[in-house]
């Protein structure tokens, strides 16, 4: 096997690899407790809480990825002048690798989605949120910010949850300039009109939001690609990224169309599973890998983040172990881990209610 054709190789291509993300940031809350009555007031569980969190959701969810990859990511978004707001900004400071311009609009609130979870099953989501478009002042400054830092990138993500950061206006223009740029522009759609992403290199809906856009059926393999070939024609789209659960992912091309197998194991969340796929493809396309080797990579990396719980991330560690495991079968693979992917999984499992034992002699 030549570095070429080699996946780890692929993946070493991700340190540093620089990658532009634009779009709408939210704070995703998670709120953990324990159900044991219902509320006599009302057929509804009682939820005794336990444990709160919170991180970056939307957008911010696509960098805190970037950043686990090892891409060198910059981000440009807007955020209400509020705590939240502030708690947004101090998070993405926290992030290795990542640069900022986060865009205070003092006229609407940072977006929230608060999740209540118990016994691993969430029960409630709560959303907090204003999604009309900025004012033109907000807008110019996002805009001009981007097209500034887009020939330093070597890919962009639109990452477009539909709260107003990214105006019609707005997602031209950088396309355009990413075009000017030899940027290849890979979008997380919203709506059921793509051509405001006409241009774009790569966009990635699922099948019902493919269903959506292009008005036709998608539920079978045919009608997946007559649907996406619709839109390609139709929005001036060179790629489509069909994410299709666990019927895995076809890729539409100018000319073919290929199929990736689901690669997951177990699912338990799919919480921000778009956006580890965009910001897998992101950082592969950044670091020169084909685009039909980076989709590999990025099923690999939804096969894990979905069993995962929250808005997780995946670490090039986690998609390195992946694929040793479907290389060599080897089932005690990935035993030894440093030392965050080992207290994430910690968590995770805790967070699952499942007990953790040490044998006689170690400590944690």
């Known amino acids: ?40 007031e009302a057929p509804v569980p009682v939820c005794l809480v336990s444990e709160e969190s919170a991180m970056l959701g939307g957008a911010g969810n696509v960098v805190r990825n970037l950043a686990a990859l090892g891409a060198a990511a910059t981000f440009i978004g807007i955020a209400g002048d509020d705590e939240p707001g502030r708690e947004v900004k101090s ?59 887009i020939p330093d990138a070597a890919a962009l993500v639109l990452s477009d949850y539909d709260k107003g950061a990214l105006s019609r206006e707005t997602v031209a223009a950088l396309i355009e300039t990413a075009r000017q740029n030899n940027v290849p522009v890979i979008v997380d759609p919203k709506g059921d009109d793509y051509s405001w992403y006409a241009g774009a290199y790569l966009i990635t809906p699922n099948t019902a939001e493919l269903g959506i856009a292009s008005r036709l059926p998608a539920d079978g393999d045919d009608a997946v690609i007559a649907a996406a070939r619709q839109l390609q024609e139709k929005c001036r789209l060179e790629n489509i990224l069909v994410t299709r659960s666990a019927r895995g992912m076809t890729l539409v ?90 207290l994430e999984r910690i968590e995770s499992w805790r967070k699952r209610g499942e007990r953790i034992g040490l044998p006689t002699g170690a400590s944690i």
């Open 1 to 40: 096997m030549t570095d070429q054709e080699n996946p780890a190789a692929d993946l070493d291509k991700f340190a540093g690899a620089p990658v532009l993300c634009v779009g709408d940031v939210m704070l995703d809350r998670f709120v953990y407790g324990k159900v044991s009555r219902i509320s006599p």
């Open 91 to 149: 998070l993405l400071g926290e992030l290795d690798g990542v640069s900022m311009t986060l865009i205070t609009d003092k006229s609407r609130p940072t977006t929230i989605k608060e999740r209540f979870i118990s016994g691993g099953q969430q029960l409630l989501r709560v959303d907090r949120e204003v999604s009309d478009a900025p004012a033109p002042s907000i807008d110019k400054k996002l805009r001009k910010a981007a097209e500034k830092a």
């Open 253 to 342: 091309g100018p000319r073919d169309t290929r199929h990736f197998d689901a690669e997951a194991r177990e699912v338990f969340d799919v919480s921000g599973a778009g956006d580890t796929v965009v910001a897998t493809l992101a950082a592969a396309r950044a670091g020169g890998v084909p685009l039909d080797r980076a989709v590999r990579l990025a099923n690999v990396a939804a096969g894990i983040v979905v069993g995962k719980i929250g808005t997780a991330v995946v670490w090039r560690g986690d998609i390195a172990e992946a694929l040793h495991r479907q290389d060599t079968h080897a089932p005690g693979s990935g035993k030894v881990l440093p030392l965050d992917r080992a």
